[in-house]
């Protein structure tokens, strides 16, 4: 096997350089695009009401929304296997700005849509946006990556991964309010209530391509990649596309069918603006994941690892307290309310804290404990109903935060000039969020959505075999090569 080019990427993954700056400035990118992708959980009952759709056709948002990362990043490997890899070319700062403004072009075709009331154009506009969050990523999480020594890649990713589970936390507290309520007041009725929402995304991506077309960040990674179709003679990396895609898939699927499942009076009847709440508390679940993985994998003293990975999930459950204890209605504070709500949450996050001291510090072994423990979650609530299946799907969000940055991470890790070809594989195989909940819809319409939740369950079956197994199969022979 041919031995990997090499590029200004790997002098910076050997070094002790950490660039602060330009990470904390990709954090708010971060931040961004998760509080906008997790906007599709609320446009899903939304739009199935508005225009009475069944679960299958309303679960097109996903597809139109991932279905533009794969041709997307279908795009940009075809380019870079025939021309050489672009963002070598035009570096990671301008292919951010690309994908910003073609992501405010999307959202601004919300605006025709909602006068129009046309569900297909709806459509049009989320993959629009899908477009540009495809070079986003593809230019975004590879950069992360070689910000600092290859060896806390993960830990990197994990915690600027952990900065967009603060966008889809917050996300659906702003989207359910704004759309199921305050817009619904003002007279904007159905799918018009998205008007404004999506205008205001449409203005803050076009102030921030500004923002990143002026700053200066280092032109760390880009190096002179040649045509070709490298990234595709490596097994890990091809295992670790189908594991993106699991991965995606089923934290797509689950997420999708929150608000619904919670809806149904076997689990917990609830109306769509309190089912969107724990839409929120499932992408929250992420984000404590993630900052504990960016503790758990980082070189920090073993001493302050363990209070690290004490102290971040009593303050985020903190935050989580005082959102929930506040009473919109009342103007004030209920303790005893929020406490009555997230009381049941404490096991899983205890539950967290063991399974990331299994983990033991190591990318593959982590991925394969929480990945396993989806599984289980998912099989109790496909069986059992009430409080118990609503907080096995609810605490899917905790569990799946790792996933993410450490399949990337493994796929990545080695990979040289090649690492934005493998991104832009990796982020093709995002496809699976488009595929896998139309399928899990489908089965949901014929047979129930509890039994819907199989889907997700084999891809995080899959998952788990990548932590195992799949990230080091022909990693021996590329390594000697």
């Known amino acids: 096997m041919a031995s990997i080019p090499t590029s200004s990427s790997t002098a910076a993954s050997g070094s002790t350089q950490t660039y602060r700056g330009p990470f904390s400035i990709m954090t708010v990118l971060f931040f961004m695009w998760g509080f906008m992708t997790v906007f599709n959980d609320i446009l899903i009952p939304r739009f199935k009401d508005a225009f009475t759709l069944d679960y299958y056709h309303a679960m097109f948002v996903q597809l139109a929304f991932f279905g533009a990362y794969f041709i997307g990043s279908l795009i940009y490997f075809v380019i870079s296997a025939a021309t050489g890899d672009p963002i070598a070319k035009i570096g990671y700062k301008n292919g951010v700005v690309i994908g ?34 495809a070079m986003l990523q593809i230019a975004a999480n590879p950069y992360v990556t070689i910000l600092g020594p290859e060896r806390t890649a993960s830990s990197r990713l994990n915690l600027a991964q952990a900065f967009n589970s603060v966008g889809t936390t917050v996300g659906p507290l702003i989207g359910g309010y704004l759309i199921f309520q305050y817009f619904a007041k003002t007279g904007a009725h159905g799918a018009e209530s998205v008007k404004m929402p999506y205008l205001i995304f449409c203005i803050m991506f076009v102030i921030l391509a500004g923002v990143f077309f002026v700053i200066r960040l280092p032109h760390v990674g880009e190096g002179d990649a040649k045509p070709g179709i490298g990234a595709l003679k490596y097994p890990h990396v091809m295992l670790g596309v189908l594991a993106i895609f699991m991965y995606v898939g089923g934290e797509v699927s689950v997420g999708s069918a929150i608000i619904n499942f919670l809806g149904q009076k076997s689990v917990a009847g609830m109306d769509p603006v309190e ?43 903190l935050a989580f307290m005082l959102l929930r204890s506040w009473n919109s209605d009342q103007h004030q504070f209920d303790f005893a309310a929020g406490w009555a709500i997230l009381k049941n949450y404490l096991p899983l996050l205890g539950l967290c804290w063991v399974l990331f001291q299994f983990g033991q510090a190591l990318a593959g072994r982590t991925l394969l404990i929480f990945g396993s423990t989806i599984v289980i979650l998912l099989a109790i609530s496909m069986i059992q109903g009430g409080k118990l ?86 990693r021996q022979a590329k390594l000697e090569a």
């Open 100 to 133: 910003l403004l073609i992501s405010a072009t999307g959202s601004a075709l919300f605006w025709p849509a909602a006068t129009k009331l046309s569900y297909p154009l709806f459509l049009g506009g989320l993959f629009v946006v899908g477009l540009g969050f």
């Open 275 to 317: 089912a969107s709440k724990y839409v929120s508390l499932f992408w929250g679940g992420m984000l404590i994941g993630r900052f504990m993985g960016a503790v758990e994998l980082s070189e920090m003293k073993k001493a302050n690892k363990q209070i690290m990975l004490i102290v971040v999930p009593i303050l985020c459950f």
């Open 389 to 474: 299946a609503m907080w096995c799907i609810v605490g899917i969000g905790l569990f799946t935060s790792i996933g993410w940055p450490n399949i990337f991470s493994l796929a990545l890790d080695g990979m040289g000039v090649l690492k934005s070809q493998v991104s832009s594989l990796l982020v093709m195989a995002i496809l699976g969020g488009a595929l896998l909940p139309p399928m899990q819809g489908w089965i949901a319409d014929h047979h129930g959505l509890q039994i819907s939740f199989i889907v997700p369950l084999i891809a995080y079956a899959y998952v788990a075999f990548y932590g195992a197994i799949g990230h080091k199969v022909g």
